[in-house]
């Protein structure tokens, strides 16, 4: 990333007293039950110890809380407080602006680009399923 993105981005982490790993933690948690550090590590293919530095650094914002898993209470889990839902909610909304450069295409151009990008999410999503379930089974 770079130009107008790249500061976006770290214009709106800036505005939330978050760093970008801090807000991308942020953006896949959710409140509830929560999820086990380690599978956030597997998850997002890192060291167990780099979850942990961002789980405390939400903790210490009151955006996130680590409690016991439903299913181990000898695993932690990690989840986002009430403060944590909004500031996410936020973060997404604003992450979902469409950059300045975006003008230069016309309203057709610009509704185009938004189907053919949702049509490469859906192929993304649909691959990722795909590769999960031949994990689980294979």
Same mark, same amino acid.
């Given at each position: 990333m770079e130009g107008e993105a790249h500061d976006r981005v770290h214009g709106i982490c800036a505005s939330f007293g978050l760093t970008p790993g801090l807000a991308k933690a942020l953006v896949h948690l959710s409140p509830g039950p929560g999820i086990a550090m380690h599978e956030l590590a597997e998850q997002w293919g890192c060291d167990a110890s780099y979850v942990t530095a961002l789980v405390d650094g939400l903790e210490q914002r009151g955006l996130a809380e680590r409690r016991p898993s439903p299913l181990d209470?000898?695993? $932690?889990?990690? !989840? @986002?407080? &009430? !403060?944590?839902?909004?500031? $996410? =909610? &936020?973060?997404? *909304?604003? #992450?979902?602006?469409?950059? $300045?450069?975006? &003008?230069?295409? =016309?309203?057709?151009?610009?509704?185009? #680009?938004? *189907? @053919?990008?949702?049509k490469l999410a859906s192929a993304d999503a649909r691959l990722s399923e795909a590769r999960a379930r031949s994990r689980h089974i294979g």
């Amino acid at each position: 990333m770079e130009g107008e993105a790249h500061d976006r981005v770290h214009g709106i982490c800036a505005s939330f007293g978050l760093t970008p790993g801090l807000a991308k933690a942020l953006v896949h948690l959710s409140p509830g039950p929560g999820i086990a550090m380690h599978e956030l590590a597997e998850q997002w293919g890192c060291d167990a110890s780099y979850v942990t530095a961002l789980v405390d650094g939400l903790e210490q914002r009151g955006l996130a809380e680590r409690r016991p898993s439903p299913l181990d209470r000898r695993v $932690k889990a990690v !989840a @986002l407080t &009430e !403060a944590g839902a909004g500031a $996410k =909610s &936020e973060v997404l *909304d604003r #992450l979902r602006e469409p950059p $300045k450069a975006f &003008e230069v295409l =016309s309203p057709a151009e610009q509704r185009q #680009l938004r *189907d @053919l990008l949702a049509k490469l999410a859906s192929a993304d999503a649909r691959l990722s399923e795909a590769r999960a379930r031949s994990r689980h089974i294979g």
